[in-house]
């Protein structure tokens, strides 16, 4: 599988990679992990079809996670998006760009 992992804060985006590396670990599957540090890297990267999945944190400086979500649809509608936050308030914001989950 191949994942995106979005976050402007390297501490965060070393913490989910180091985790989805544990968990495959389990299942005896080595996943392929790009790390963005912006939504604008990450967009700049993307196309249809490249990513399994993408974990996209809400909070960042520059294009916020939301805006992302929303070019990202427009690129892919159905790449699944799992969004990372420590915010409350994000959550009912966050299903409009229909996400898988969130965190």
């Known amino acids: 599988m191949n ?10 985006l070393d913490n989910l990679q180091k985790l ?11 996943p392929e992990i790009s ?8 967009l700049s990267a993307f196309f249809p079809g490249r990513f399994d999945a ?3 944190d809400n909070l960042m ?7 992302t ?9 159905s ?3 799992i969004f990372i936050t420590t915010e409350e308030s994000f959550a009912l914001e966050a299903t409009r760009c229909r ?4 965190l």
């Open 3 to 12: 994942f995106a992992l979005v976050d402007d804060l390297k501490y965060d």
């Open 20 to 30: 989805l590396l544990e968990y495959f670990s389990l299942t005896k599957r080595e």
């Open 35 to 42: 790390l963005f540090f912006s939504g604008e890297a990450f």
């Open 54 to 56: 993408v974990f996209l």
């Open 61 to 67: 400086d520059g294009l916020s996670g939301m805006e």
């Open 69 to 77: 979500a929303r070019r990202l649809r427009e690129l892919d509608p």
């Open 79 to 81: 790449v699944p998006i």
């Open 99 to 102: 996400p898988w989950i969130i």
